[in-house]
């Protein structure tokens, strides 16, 4: 088997060359949208075959990978974040992976294997673990039992226990190539894959995801307001733009934020390629530390955006700040 994406070739060849005696702990890190998600179950999936290709790849054929195919192989754990319903009955994704998940990985380790191979427990996000929980499974990455291997997928492993990180065999992921990356958009149907890739910060994955989806049309009418700050008002616009996604809007403020600054510090528009006219002008036109502390508290809510108070308020408000920009 190939890799998973092109671009994780050689981290793919590097992996299966240490199949016959795998780290038992290894922490794949990167940056989000490059595909360590799916290395880190193709990687599984390789561990857990019992007819592996020549190369260690899985060969897609056997019991066990049909099994992990089908996601009942016994001697795999996935430990994720799980969703949850509230009292209301509203179900979200929960904020962290919580202690009895990670006790549940730690108990499944210390029983004897249903086949005669590897276990595998793969962790993602594994920043997404709490204390607790990280605690917990430390104890058996300091020794981890026979056969066992561990797979943590981070994209910010600085967020890692620095103890879990020590444990690690670290294995970085980088941003591919652009030219590679935008074949490879080419290649799933994507027209514009250099705009969205400067959209997404050069993350294939994400730039994939913004084609697919309805967020193209949502940033449009975004941006096409915050280019016209003198025509904005923030009441009927606050009202608006609640309905958009929360992560979209905080995705599309931050680097339009991001490109203000990048025209008044350095003179460019980073990420919002299609909308350089209005940005060129307006970043000029803002005022610096109005900006910068606009910009930092962007980044702050980005930590907070799973419980808004009260959307329209927190837009409005947000609305009110961004005009006075450019007074
Ligand atoms: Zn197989």
Same mark, same amino acid.
């Given at each position: 088997?190939?890799?998973?994406?092109?671009?994780?070739?050689?981290?793919?060849?590097?992996? =299966?060359?240490?199949?016959?005696?795998?780290?038992?702990?290894?922490?794949?890190?990167?940056?989000? /949208?490059? $595909?360590?998600?799916?290395?880190?179950?193709?990687?599984?999936?390789?561990?857990?075959?019992?007819?592996?290709?020549?190369? $260690?790849?899985?060969?897609?054929?056997?019991?066990?990978?049909?099994?992990?195919? @089908?996601?009942?192989?016994?001697?795999?754990? =996935?430990? @994720?974040?799980?969703?949850? *319903?509230?009292?209301? $009955?509203?179900?979200?994704?929960?904020?962290?992976?919580?202690?009895?998940?990670?006790?549940?990985?730690?108990?499944?380790?210390?029983?004897?294997?249903?086949?005669?191979?590897?276990?595998?427990?793969?962790?993602?996000?594994?920043?997404?673990?709490?204390? !607790?929980?990280?605690?917990?499974? +430390?104890?058996?990455?300091?020794?981890?039992? +026979?056969?066992? %291997?561990?797979?943590?997928?981070?994209?910010?492993?600085?967020?890692?226990?620095?103890?879990?990180?020590?444990?690690?065999?670290?294995?970085?992921?980088?941003?591919?190539?652009?030219?590679?990356? !935008?074949?490879?958009?080419?290649?799933?149907?994507?027209?514009?894959?250099?705009?969205?890739?400067?959209?997404? /910060?050069? *993350?294939?994955?994400?730039?994939?995801?913004?084609?697919?989806?309805?967020? +193209?049309?949502?940033?449009?009418?975004?941006?096409?307001?915050?280019?016209?700050?003198?025509?904005?008002?923030?009441?009927?616009?606050?009202?608006?733009?609640?309905?958009?996604?929360?992560?979209?809007?905080?995705?599309?403020?931050?680097?339009?934020? $991001?490109?203000?600054?990048? %025209?008044?510090?350095?003179?460019?528009?980073?990420?919002?390629?299609?909308?350089?006219?209005?940005?060129?002008?307006?970043?000029?036109?803002?005022?610096?530390?109005?900006?910068?502390?606009?910009?930092?508290?962007?980044?702050?809510?980005?930590?907070?955006?799973?419980?808004?108070?009260?959307?329209?308020?927190?837009?409005?408000?947000?609305?009110?700040?961004?005009?006075?920009?450019?007074?």
């Amino acid at each position: 088997m190939s890799a998973p994406y092109p671009w994780l070739g050689t981290t793919w060849q590097r992996l =299966l060359a240490t199949r016959a005696r795998p780290a038992q702990a290894l922490l794949l890190a990167g940056p989000r /949208g490059v $595909g360590k998600g799916a290395l880190a179950l193709a990687w599984a999936r390789a561990l857990l075959c019992e007819a592996p290709l020549p190369d $260690g790849a899985a060969c897609g054929q056997c019991p066990a990978c049909h099994w992990f195919d @089908t996601g009942g192989h016994p001697d795999y754990r =996935l430990v @994720t974040l799980q969703e949850k *319903t509230s009292k209301e $009955g509203e179900t979200r994704m929960a904020t962290a992976i919580e202690v009895d998940q990670a006790r549940e990985a730690v108990d499944f380790v210390q029983l004897s294997t249903y086949r005669a191979g590897f276990r595998v427990v793969l962790v993602d996000p594994a920043d997404s673990l709490n204390l !607790a929980a990280a605690n917990a499974l +430390l104890k058996v990455l300091e020794e981890p039992p +026979l056969n066992t %291997v561990f797979v943590l997928v981070s994209d910010q492993p600085r967020r890692l226990l620095p103890t879990i990180r020590s444990r690690c065999t670290r294995l970085d992921i980088g941003l591919p190539p652009l030219d590679e990356a !935008a074949q490879w958009l080419a290649e799933q149907g994507v027209a514009d894959g250099m705009n969205l890739l400067a959209l997404s /910060g050069g *993350t294939p994955l994400d730039a994939q995801r913004w084609a697919d989806s309805d967020e +193209l049309d949502e940033r449009r009418g975004v941006l096409e307001g915050l280019a016209r700050p003198e025509q904005l008002d923030p009441v009927s616009l606050g009202e608006r733009w609640k309905a958009v996604n929360a992560q979209t809007w905080h995705n599309v403020a931050y680097k339009w934020l $991001g490109d203000l600054l990048a %025209v008044k510090l350095q003179g460019n528009v980073r990420f919002n390629r299609d909308f350089a006219e209005p940005l060129t002008r307006l970043g000029k036109q803002a005022d610096l530390s109005k900006l910068l502390q606009l910009a930092r508290q962007q980044a702050n809510e980005g930590r907070t955006l799973a419980h808004p108070l009260n959307r329209t308020l927190q837009l409005q408000a947000w609305l009110i700040q961004y005009r006075h920009l450019f007074d």
